[in-house]
């Protein structure tokens, strides 16, 4: 062995495991991140059209299929249930499809994300086959994010003005849009509890700046059944309550 080669080797023995465990954690890393996960699946009823893959997005969906009945078939009607049409990407109908081969079926239109594909075919000994491929599971679509950093209540972001604030400007700062000002707590006093304490005292008041907490006097107040809101007032012992929009 030359020099050359006692060098290469004593690097591997010394380093090599480093390389492995690298492309081990690229590995996974790529894995993980590319690796989609859905909520459906999908099954076949013939385990001679083996089902080699699928995915679905919102009302879509793409099938991959594989012909193990060893013999060419020749598909011959499409029937969906939910789906608005199926159709091969190989082409129309008839189509052949010989022992071994793959075919793609895409699935549009599916109010609600799932259905069922019922699939005509003659094998190889000119029998009339079918085969059903169904999805299940949840289709919903992932729930968005709340840009909410205040109390999300009856359809608005609420947040705790300082004294002697209006809710435009509450509002403002938190950087979002007044909402309305003709929303108001509830007799149970919801906005109080979450803003002050459940320990205040909580009257209706005819009081247009309302809902809100007294910093002086130590109570909450929301408005009174003849009361409308008013965004533009303030107060210098007042804390408004106020419905933005984000």
Not at 32 to 58: D, E, H, M, Q
Not at 66 to 78: L, R, W, Y
Request: glycine share 8%; net charge negative; hydrophobic share 35%.
């Amino acid at each position: 062995m030359t020099n050359k080669e006692e060098v290469s080797l004593e690097y591997f023995m010394t380093y090599g495991w480093a390389l492995i465990l690298n492309a081990s954690i690229i590995a996974v890393l790529v894995f993980v991140v590319i690796t989609p996960a859905s909520k459906v699946s999908f099954s076949s009823s013939n385990t001679r059209i083996l089902l080699k893959g699928s995915s679905a997005s919102g009302g879509d969906a793409i099938i991959k299929l594989q012909n193990i009945t060893g013999g060419t078939i020749k598909i011959t009607n499409v029937a969906v249930t939910d789906y608005s049409i199926c159709s091969f990407l190989e082409g129309g109908l008839p189509l052949t499809v010989n022992a071994g081969a793959e075919m793609i079926l895409s699935c549009t239109g599916s109010s609600t994300g799932l259905g069922t594909v019922s699939l005509e075919y003659t094998d190889h000994a000119n029998l009339a086959r079918n085969v059903v491929i169904a999805a299940s599971g949840s289709a919903s679509e992932p729930e968005l994010e709340s840009s909410c950093a205040g109390y999300e209540w009856d359809g608005y972001c609420w947040y705790q003005g300082a004294v002697d604030e209006n809710c435009t400007e509450v509002c403002s700062v938190h950087g979002g849009n007044v909402g309305t000002c003709q929303e108001n707590d509830n007799e149970s006093c919801d906005l109080c509890d979450y803003f002050a304490s459940s320990s205040l005292p909580c009257w209706p008041l005819p009081l247009s700046l309302a809902p809100g907490r007294n910093t002086t006097d130590f109570y909450c107040a929301y408005r009174d059944a003849g009361t409308s809101g008013d965004c533009s007032i303030s107060l210098f012992n007042f804390r408004r309550f106020c419905a933005c929009n984000e």
